[in-house]
């Protein structure tokens, strides 16, 4: 005995055509049935229908939207969430889907929706919908726009080049002419400084020098003429002058003093450490010492050796000198003014000499000696 043959599940092509199905995509069908059929089409009916696997799916942005947030697959399809579309009631058979209202996709920015295939269930198949990015605007599309372009960009160029000549010029003049012709910079004698003269130099001979630039701009000042200008003036050993601007000069003076005495016909001669006479007088100065030395050309080595002998001894023992003598340059002899004769010898050693000068006077053996011989430092010799 046969079994009873399964119940047949309903198709939707059983199903009449109605509205609800011709929103969701399904195929217009006749109302006929077909044959009936065979028992393995019923067998196989029967069995449940294999599953399809569903397509990948792209990742989805975010609504934008301020309302709710949704999916784009609910948005789109109103499918449910397992993915059936649900059947329209009969009211709404025939009216268009409501919806929130679409928000249009910004420029160059890639929306994601979601559209359901007409004749086919499950998964919706998701769609991307690009949006075309703006076009950027080109500087010229011609070859004569091109030109004129390229021709306008060389006129700028050379007028900002002409106009940055211009002002270096305009700068370059103003300082020429405020260096060498303007009166804001010239010499005015009421800021002239002059220092250094000594006991020796006239300073008034120096200032009728430097007067003699009155009015010149300092720029056009000759350092080099106006310092042997002022050489010139007697008992001047050495001059140094800078420019103080905006009109002033400043003179310092190295004077030539006397260090020495030396008889002439006409009295004294005042010579300073370059053996130059810087004056004649009468008397001698107490406080210089005499160099009973003749000023002749046979006995200039002689009065040499003195002079630096004088200059190097100490200044306790330069101030005690009261005259100085010398048959030749390696024999000088100094004459203390308490009546004590030292043999220096020549200009030699004289640091040693003084050294051991001193040692001689302060020890008790030898302080009474009215001679002392140090022209030998290393043996020196007391009487």
Do not use: C, Y
Request: charged share 20%; glycine share 6%.
């Amino acid at each position: 005995m046969k079994p009873p043959p399964a119940p047949r599940r309903p198709s939707s092509r059983d199903e009449p055509e109605t509205p609800a199905r011709r929103a969701n995509g399904a195929p217009r069908t006749e109302g006929t049935r077909k044959p009936p059929r065979t028992e393995p089409a019923r067998a196989a009916e029967a069995s449940p229908p294999a599953k399809r696997p569903a397509p990948p799916r792209r990742p989805q942005p975010a609504p934008k939207t301020g309302g709710t947030p949704r999916t784009a697959r609910t948005q789109q399809t109103g499918a449910t969430p397992t993915g059936r579309t649900p059947k329209a009631s009969a009211s709404q058979a025939g009216a268009p889907a409501q919806g929130p209202p679409a928000v249009p996709p910004r420029a160059g920015h890639t929306r994601a929706s979601q559209a359901v295939v007409p004749g086919r269930t499950g998964a919706p198949t998701t769609a991307t919908i690009r949006t075309a990015e703006p076009k950027v605007a080109v500087i010229s599309t011609g070859m004569s726009v091109r030109h004129a372009e390229q021709k306008a960009m060389r006129r700028h160029r050379l007028i900002r080049k002409i106009a940055a000549w211009g002002a270096a010029t305009i700068v370059v003049a103003t300082v020429a002419w405020a260096l060498f012709a303007s009166q804001m910079l010239s010499f005015d004698p009421s800021h002239l400084v002059v220092k250094g003269t000594g006991t020796t130099v006239d300073m008034a001979a120096v200032v009728s020098v430097v007067a003699a630039q009155e009015g010149t701009s300092l720029a056009l000042v000759d350092i080099s003429d106006l310092r042997e200008e002022i050489l010139q003036v007697p008992n001047i050993r050495d001059v140094s002058i800078q420019r103080q601007w905006p009109s002033g000069l400043a003179v310092d003076i190295v004077a030539r003093e006397p260090v020495a005495a030396i008889p002439v016909e006409a009295g004294m001669a005042l010579m300073d450490q370059d053996a130059v006479v810087v004056a004649t007088v009468a008397e001698a100065p107490v406080e210089l010492p005499v160099i009973n030395i003749p000023l002749t050309g046979d006995d200039e080595r002689t009065l040499d050796a003195a002079l630096a002998v004088l200059k190097s001894l100490p200044e306790d023992l330069s101030a005690e000198v009261g005259s100085i003598s010398a048959q030749t340059q390696d024999a000088v002899t100094l004459t203390l003014r308490n009546g004590v004769v030292i043999e220096w010898g020549s200009s030699q050693d004289s640091a040693l000499k003084a050294q051991v000068l001193r040692t001689l006077r302060t020890a008790e053996v030898s302080r009474a000696a009215a001679v002392f011989d140090v022209s030998a430092p290393t043996f020196p010799i007391t009487r």
